[in-house]
């Protein structure tokens, strides 16, 4: 039995459907409680403000965020006494909005994007000595991922070798603390950043417009190691959504729009990795499984891609997507 909601944070890793001689398998992060990567984070930076003593329950916490970051940080504000701010921009969907709402947030939407979110953020603090966590430059983000989704990922793969791991990029924490953590285990492989390809600022240096939700901020955040990166793949808004409607009826996995951008991605690095004259099943099934419990003769040379899947289509439902 969990003493709390906050310590069922945990997902599933998945095969999807991958390209001839290859595996793609996506961390479905839609599992997690809050329904998102971003509740790991959200619980590590509030537990590394309370360790510096910046945070006692009754306090107040201010947030800016696309949403899945303050949906996860109302969920660890409900469950350890906190009172929330979170600052929205006002094209997030409606039903980001109602769960953070949900949860007992209070909301101020902004007209533009994060970079106007964090401003107005920073105003509030200033104006009520609110804490901010500051998910875009806070090293506890990337250090959730390190210490929890990376060793997550080696303990599904079961001692194979993973050859790429495919990210998107918003503030940058998921794919430098996941990324940092399996170079360490598989020094070999590659780290891939997915950004839109309207606001492609790590591929062209230049901030753009698009309506990806989550994923591109506008700029390069603090958090994010490029070092690490070992290529982008730039994705359109209309092939991710086209992917994500694939994904649900073909596969039944419901995602949003980045993860149909991370699924295309990973697809183009799978196919550029591929091997098809090795025995790739193409679903993990006890069939690919030798009597003595061991994998089939190549499978464990068939090039494995890891991918995130940050959340669930159910926070896209009225932004048309399925329809």
Do not use: W
Request: with cysteine; glycine share 12%.
């Amino acid at each position: 039995m969990y003493g709390s909601i906050l310590d069922a944070i945990g997902t599933p890793l998945v095969q999807v459907d991958s390209p001839e001689g290859s595996t793609i398998a996506a961390k479905l992060e839609s599992f997690n409680p809050g329904g998102s990567a971003k509740d790991r984070p959200a619980l590590a930076m509030i537990e590394a403000a309370e360790r510096e003593g910046l945070l006692a329950p009754g306090d107040s916490i201010v947030e800016p965020t696309s949403g899945n970051t303050g949906i996860g940080i109302a969920v660890a504000a409900a469950a350890r006494d906190y009172e929330l701010t979170i600052v929205l921009p006002d094209t997030m969907s409606k039903e980001r909005r109602r769960l953070l709402r949900a949860y007992g947030a209070d909301i101020e939407l902004v007209a533009g994007d994060m970079t106007d979110a964090r401003a107005r953020a920073d105003e509030i603090v200033a104006e009520t000595g609110a804490v901010q966590l500051g998910q875009f430059e806070n090293p506890a983000n990337a250090e959730a991922h390190y210490r929890t989704t990376a060793p997550e990922i080696i303990e599904a793969v079961e001692g194979r070798e993973i050859d790429a791991l495919v990210a998107g990029v918003g503030t940058g924490g998921t794919i430098t603390g996941t990324g940092r953590r399996l170079k360490e285990e598989y020094p070999g492989m590659d780290v891939i950043a997915v950004e839109p390809e309207g606001n492609a600022v790590l591929s062209t240096g230049e901030p753009g417009a698009d309506e990806f939700q989550g994923m591109g901020p506008g700029f390069v955040s603090d958090l994010l190691d490029v070092e690490l990166l070992d290529g982008v793949e730039v994705v359109a808004l209309a092939d991710a959504e086209r992917e994500c409607r694939r994904l649900a009826r073909e596969e039944g996995v419901l995602v949003g729009q980045s993860s149909g951008a991370a699924s295309l991605a990973a697809r183009r690095v799978a196919e550029s990795l591929a091997r098809p004259e090795l025995n790739c099943p193409e679903a993990p099934d006890m069939s690919s499984m030798s009597a003595d419990g061991g994998a089939e003769a190549g499978y464990d040379d068939c090039p494995l891609v890891v991918t995130i899947f940050p959340d669930s289509g159910e926070r896209y439902l009225s932004t048309g997507l399925f329809d």
